[in-house]
T-cell receptor
Framework: DTEVTQTPKHLVMGMTNKKSLKCEQH?????MYWYKQKAKKPPELMFV???????INESVPSRFSPECPNSSLLNLHLHALQPEDSALYLC?????????????FGPGTRLTVL | GDSVTQMEGPVTLSEEAFLTINCTYT??????LFWYVQYPGEGLQLLLK?????DKGSNKGFEATYRKETTSFHLEKGSVQVSDSAVYFC???????????FGTGTRLTIIP
């Protein structure tokens, strides 16, 4: 199974809502990633988890809160978002770094903040 | 820090034309190099990779050769199809570093 799944596919939320994005992989990968992608731009790294521990936080605002409950699951908790946070949120996983950093991406969650 | 310079798009070609998308990188040491493709409405997929100098990655008729002397990893295809219409991203990855440094992306449109 070389698939990364993400739910939901689409999400519309108000600025006062709390919601969560979910990501799952069953490839035994030890690194998992959250990216944000705006239209016509490359993905921007937000967070990296390695062995279920947060290893990279790219100075993301605290209204985004990641969580890695186990080696297969990755969540992104959203609270008090702004309209400029509307984007495609991509999850990815890989075996590791360097030559092992072949990242497998999910289809993404398209988030709209009203 | 690491950086990638990718050919500016958009690129529009006729079906069966030859494709080159240029990519040069700046990275410490000897990174692994990846090309990713993003079809409309989808996430990214790995297209091909090369892990050391002079390696050639290939997949679906696409090829790219790791040129250490010119720090380049240009993507080529001899005869493009309409189904190749997508955005292509070049990305190096250094050992010991989980980050991929994505290029700006090149939007490719193939017309019949």
């Amino acid at each position: 199974d070389t698939e990364v799944t993400q739910t939901p596919k689409h999400l519309v939320m108000g600025m006062t809502n709390k919601k969560s994005l979910k990501c799952e992989q069953h490839m035994g990968h030890r690194a998992m990633y959250w990216y944000k992608q705006k239209a016509k731009k490359p993905p921007e790294l937000m967070f990296v988890y390695s062995y279920e521990k947060l290893s990279i936080n790219e100075s993301v605002p605290s209204r985004f809160s990641p969580e890695c409950p186990n080696s297969s699951l990755l969540n992104l908790h959203l609270h008090a978002l702004q309209p400029e946070d509307s984007a495609l949120y991509l999850c990815a996983s890989s075996q590791g770094s360097g030559v092992y950093n072949e990242q497998f991406f999910g289809p993404g969650t398209r988030l709209t903040v009203l | 820090g690491d950086s990638v310079t990718q050919m500016e798009g958009p690129v529009t070609l006729s079906e069966e034309a030859f494709l080159t998308i240029n990519c040069t990188y700046t990275a410490t040491g000897y990174p692994s190099l990846f090309w990713y493709v993003q079809y409309p409405g989808e996430g990214l997929q790995l297209l091909l990779k090369a892990t050391k100098a002079d390696d050639k990655g290939s997949n679906k008729g696409f090829e790219a050769t790791y040129r250490k002397e010119t720090t380049s990893f240009h993507l080529e295809k001899g005869s493009v199809q309409v189904s190749d219409s997508a955005v292509y991203f070049c990305a190096p990855s250094r050992g010991g570093n989980e980050k991929l440094t994505f290029g700006t992306g090149t939007r490719l449109t193939i017309i019949p």
